[in-house]
């Protein structure tokens, strides 16, 4: 691999670059040609991940036109290999049916929750823990079980959590003014009006978590169906966080960050691009107790992240798992002989393969659906267009020491206080040791602006640019970080997660784009509008049982009514 050399702008000009003023590389001419470039460091990289350039074949529709170079019956054929389709393909091979094919675009499985590694350590490229679920929800229980995450049972049957699954102490550290602090809220400094605010925002929230309809529903629950959809609940829906927030008075510059850390975090988005029924469900789903500067369900984490769990779904697939697979054709087939017709490109053998399936379950991102879904082709339900798809930036850096720091030690979860970025995780984090070489998964979400602007910013930077921002926004607080990173990849997701866009979740868009067509059935995160692997799961488990259902095969449901 080429070895490269960077310049390191300051953090603001690199952060500042994709947020849409002057690119990095005009940059880096202006300050070499007035004698600042500082002394380079080189190191190798890549921008790896995702397969846009054969996705965006999809939309010019020349592969309709391609005869078939073979046609194969299934049963059921699952479009996409992200958690909902794997999901999808574990249910039914948990009842014992095994007619099924996966078709995946990329070369591994896993979608958002896919995973990577190298000699230091396996790492996240997205997707890095797994909420332990509050209340009963046995459908992520029992894969929670399969993937060795639960130790025993307690008395009461609830799961007791493995030693090596539950995040190790130090969980998470915020830099802040110069120093590292335990915690995710910004305490030091803070006036009496900042900390009235923040805990009197913490009671609602728990006034939020207690909260039950007439029928005994929480207000705000994880699957979201299962949430209560009294109008004065949904009516949130309406508004954007940021609006709620400033008419509750919640106006403490540190609470505002706080509050909108965790919405760019969870979904990609800026308080006034979250519904406020969105803002309030991240803190109020969870809460079981405690504080909200502690983690009101403990995380489970693995170095590869939710790559653990992708692993563990993917052997129901061995053998029916097909990759580097781009599907271009659903057509669902109306009686005498009801079913999909599904037709994918192999791109190993640039060879059109149709198969005739008696079910398909659509577990790809709506965005995909006008290009692939037959009935849509030629005019596009106007609910599509409610769907507003999240941006983000992933790097993973190997680094042969730990970087220095003032303050509290290296944690898991590493948070910059008021940086466009929203920090690093610490993939050998869980193996206890705290010394020598490692790998540090940054995260860099982008919100706050329109989204086809930035994802245009985003999918044209160099290499460069892109690793020149990274280290602009780590280096604020470890100085001495760039002679340490032997290698730093870079993924680019133009299209990450759909939002929870002000009006999505119950303006009826995410109803309708859950509908299925004849025996075409929706699966994934986006119709919920929560961008959760618990919904992910929950749309695929649900998806297959209803093909489950039809086809008369006997199982045992998995699902909260």
């Known amino acids: 691999m080429d070895r490269h050399a960077l310049l390191r702008p300051s953090r603001r000009e690199a952060i500042a670059a994709l947020a849409g003023l002057p690119a990095l590389s005009a940059l880096a001419a202006s300050l070499a040609g007035c004698g600042r470039r500082e002394k380079a460091k080189a190191f190798s990289g890549r921008i790896a991940g995702g397969d846009a350039r054969n996705a965006h074949r999809l939309r010019s ?123 995710l809220y910004p305490r030091v400094g803070a006036s009496r009006e900042d900390l009235d605010q923040f805990f009197r925002f913490e009671r609602e929230m728990h006034r939020f978590a207690s909260l039950r309809d007439a029928s005994g529903r929480r207000a705000f629950a994880i699957p979201r169906r299962l949430s209560s959809t009294d109008a004065d609940l949904t009516a949130l829906d309406r508004a954007s966080m940021a609006d709620w927030m400033r008419e509750r008075g919640y106006t403490s510059p540190r609470l505002v960050w706080f509050v909108e850390y965790g919405c760019r975090d969870d979904f990609g988005s800026s308080l006034a691009q979250t519904s406020a029924w969105a803002g309030i469900h991240y803190f109020a789903a969870r809460l079981v107790g405690g504080s909200l500067e502690e983690d009101p369900a403990p995380f489970l984490t693995w170095p590869e992240g939710n790559g653990r769990v992708v692993a563990k779904l993917a052997e129901s697939a061995r053998g029916r798992l097909v990759t580097s697979a781009l599907v271009f054709d659903a057509t669902p087939r109306e009686a005498p002989s009801p079913g999909v017709t599904v037709r994918y490109l192999d791109l190993a053998r640039d060879e059109v393969v149709a198969l005739e399936a008696d079910h398909a379950v659509y577990a790809l991102p709506k965005l995909t659906a006008p290009f692939v879904v037959a009935p849509w082709r030629e005019k596009a339900p106007a609910f599509l267009s409610a769907f507003d798809y999240a941006p983000w930036l992933v790097a993973n850096l190997t680094l042969s020491e730990r970087p220095t720091a003032r303050g509290a030690p290296l944690a898991w979860d590493n948070v910059l206080y008021d940086s466009k970025g929203l920090g690093y995780v610490v993939a050998t984090h869980q193996t206890g040791s705290d010394h020598g070489p490692t790998v540090l998964t940054y995260y860099l979400a982008l919100a706050g602006e329109e989204s086809r602007a930035a994802r245009t910013r985003l999918l044209s930077a160099s290499w460069e640019d892109l690793a020149a921002t990274v280290l602009a926004d780590l280096t604020t607080a470890h100085p001495d970080l760039p002679p340490l990173v032997g290698n730093l990849d870079v993924w680019l997701w133009g299209h990450a997660m759909a939002r929870p866009s002000p009006g999505l979740l119950f303006g009826g868009a995410l109803e309708e784009a859950s509908r299925p067509l004849g025996r075409l059935r929706f699966a994934h995160a986006d119709q919920s509008g929560i961008p959760l692997l618990e919904e992910s799961q929950d749309a695929g488990v649900r998806a297959a049982e209803e093909v489950l259902r039809e086809r008369g095969r006997p199982f045992r449901s998995l699902l909260a009514a």
Do not use: M, Q
């Open 61 to 183: 529709g020349d592969l309709l036109a391609r005869p078939a170079a073979r046609t194969e019956h299934v049963g059921t054929a699952i479009l996409g290999a992200g958690i909902s389709g794997l999901t999808a393909a574990w249910t039914l091979a948990r009842a014992g049916d095994t007619d099924f094919r996966v078709l995946e675009l990329e070369p591994e499985p896993g979608g958002t929750s896919v995973s990577g590694g190298n000699d230091v350590s396996r790492y996240p490229w997205a997707a890095h823990y797994v909420p332990a679920p509050v209340g009963e929800n046995l459908a992520l229980e029992t894969l929670l079980e399969e993937v060795g995450a639960v130790e025993s049972r307690d008395p009461s049957g609830r799961p007791v959590w493995a030693e090596d699954a539950l995040i190790r102490e130090p969980e998470e550290r915020l830099f802040f003014r110069g120093f590292w602090y335990p915690g």
